[in-house]
């Protein structure tokens, strides 16, 4: 867990998203909380992708979020488990993600997480 940044270890914190890495397929795997959503499937608020009304996504040009940006549920089909990301690039740039595999576990419940993250 070294190689990620502290932007992205206290924002997940922050939301209380643990997250864990698998080393035998070089994954990362966040703990995100979903719900049901009027379809029958899934939705979770993303821990990275914001918006703002009047733009395409909360991050400015100069890949910092708008102060007032507010963040953006993903849908997802049916079942809990393990989902790939739809997150923007701009949020992946921001949260140095590029680089990285990484998935969402959607889960019903996440007990409290402790920071053990840098501050």
């Known amino acids: ?17 643990p997250i864990r890495y698998e080393e035998d397929n070089d994954l990362y795997i966040i703990d995100v909380r979903a719900t049901p959503n009027a379809n029958f ?10 918006e703002r ?11 910092n979020p708008y ?5 953006l549920y993903h849908n997802h089909g049916e079942g809990y488990g393990r989902r790939s990301s739809h997150c923007s690039d701009a949020a992946k740039k921001y949260y140095s993600l590029t680089d990285k595999n990484f998935e969402f576990n959607l889960v019903k ?5 402790s920071n053990p993250f840098k501050q």
């Open 41 to 50: 499937g899934l939705r979770f608020l993303c821990p990275f992708c914001l």
């Open 109 to 113: 419940k996440i007990d409290y997480v």
């Open 1 to 17: 867990m070294d190689d990620l940044s502290d932007t992205l270890l206290n924002q997940l914190y922050r939301v209380n998203a």
């Open 67 to 71: 102060t007032n940006a507010i963040p």
């Open 53 to 63: 009304r009047g733009s395409f996504t909360g991050f400015k040009r100069s890949g």
